[in-house]
């Protein structure tokens, strides 16, 4: 779609192809959506629905939100991943104040049956790929719960140090810890990724870059 160019945005990284959500993406991936995928703990749940049900609401929610309030300052682009012929995941790459802060943020996941064969890696490494190569992004970070080996095995494989514990309240008062990690761009050139890219130069000004 020629006003919307961010749709035309492919990635790829060894096995795995990324390419923009779209609306029709919706049913199949809330129908593989894990359970242990962690939601933004801050989301309010739908009273009545079940869990399995509201997640897979919030899930459909966000793809709408992040359309909907695109704006180069703050943007969430939600990309499906490609693997074997099938699409098995998502992964987000979201930045706030990017054109000043050159910083993205990510989150991801994968259907169980693909997981601990790379490819939780190669895909936030196509989406830093874009951050990095292609966006001018001097830092990249995440944040996980502390039991969250997978999330925080990527980023420790990928080159992010740690940067410190952060504390969010979800609905209901309870805490929530969070561990945050954080990756350079000097960190990522040195370890020389290779990551293809097409179709960004017509989204420059999506991401407020001129
Ligand atoms: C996070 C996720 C996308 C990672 O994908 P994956 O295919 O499992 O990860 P990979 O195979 O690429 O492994 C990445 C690294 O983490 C390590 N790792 C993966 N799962 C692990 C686990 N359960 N315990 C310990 N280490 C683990 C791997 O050994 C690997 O490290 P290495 O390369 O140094 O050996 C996937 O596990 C997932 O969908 N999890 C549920 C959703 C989620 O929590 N998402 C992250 C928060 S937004």
Redesign the pocket.
């Known amino acids: 779609m020629d006003d919307w160019p961010l749709f035309g945005l492919r990635l790829r990284c060894g096995e795995v192809t990324l390419r923009p959500v779209r609306e029709e993406d919706l049913p199949f991936l809330a129908s593989i959506l894990?359970d242990?995928?962690?939601q933004d703990p801050r989301l309010e749940p739908l009273p009545g629905l079940g869990a399995a049900a509201d997640r897979r609401r919030l899930f459909c929610q966000e793809y709408w939100r992040a359309l909907g309030t695109w704006s180069p300052s703050s943007w969430k682009l939600h990309l499906a991943v490609g693997f074997d012929g099938e699409t098995v995941?998502v992964q987000t790459l979201e930045g706030d104040d990017f054109p000043a802060l050159r910083t993205v943020d990510?989150?991801?996941?994968?259907t169980?049956r693909?997981?601990?064969?790379?490819?939780?890696?190669?895909?936030r490494t196509a989406a830093l790929g874009l951050a990095f190569e292609r966006m001018g992004a001097v830092a990249a970070v995440s944040s996980?719960m502390p039991a969250?080996?997978?999330?925080?095995?990527?980023s420790?494989?990928l080159g992010y140090l740690e940067n410190g514990v952060g504390l969010v309240v979800a609905p209901g008062g309870r805490v929530v810890e969070l561990r945050h990690l954080r990756l350079t761009a000097d960190r990522w050139r040195s370890a020389g990724h290779e990551v293809s890219v097409s179709g960004f130069e017509a989204c420059r000004p999506w991401f407020g870059l001129v």
């Open positions: 894990p242990d995928f962690e995941g990510s989150a991801s996941w994968l169980r693909v997981r601990g064969r790379g490819l939780g890696v190669a895909m996980a969250n080996a997978a999330s925080l095995g990527v420790r494989h």
